[in-house]
């Protein structure tokens, strides 16, 4: 199986920035996709961008333009660029990884973004 470790959340203002990036115990090229989730106090767990072994990415519709999920393969590394921050944007971000074969998820701590007005 897979450890993976998320850092980079922290307290930003409003129109900030973060970038979150998650390590992986081996290579992302033998995991089927990589993404990152978020939980909001009071909502659901949703994927917020997620990129496939062969590069392919997707986001959700509330980020799109101002998140970008990328990876840096020698590194075991997804990132997650957050850009002009909204207090919506604020949860728990937990990086996951996903193999289709078996059905199976492997997911990091979590790490608390928090956006103040």
């Known amino acids: 199986q897979v450890q993976l470790v998320e850092s980079g959340g922290g307290l930003v203002q409003a129109g900030g920035s973060l970038r979150l990036s998650c390590v992986a115990s081996r290579s992302i090229l033998s995991i089927n996709a990589m993404g990152w989730y978020r939980q909001a106090p009071g909502k659901q767990r949703e994927l917020v961008a997620g990129?496939?072994?062969?590069?392919?990415?997707n986001y959700a519709d509330s980020v799109k333009g101002r998140f970008t999920i990328s990876r840096d393969l020698s590194k075991n590394t997804v990132y997650l660029q957050m850009n002009s921050l909204k207090p919506d944007d604020t949860a728990v971000y937990s990086c996951n990884a996903h193999y289709a074969i078996v059905a199976a998820d492997y997911w990091g701590q979590g790490t608390q973004v928090t956006v103040s007005s």
């Open positions: 990129i496939t072994s062969g590069g392919r990415t």
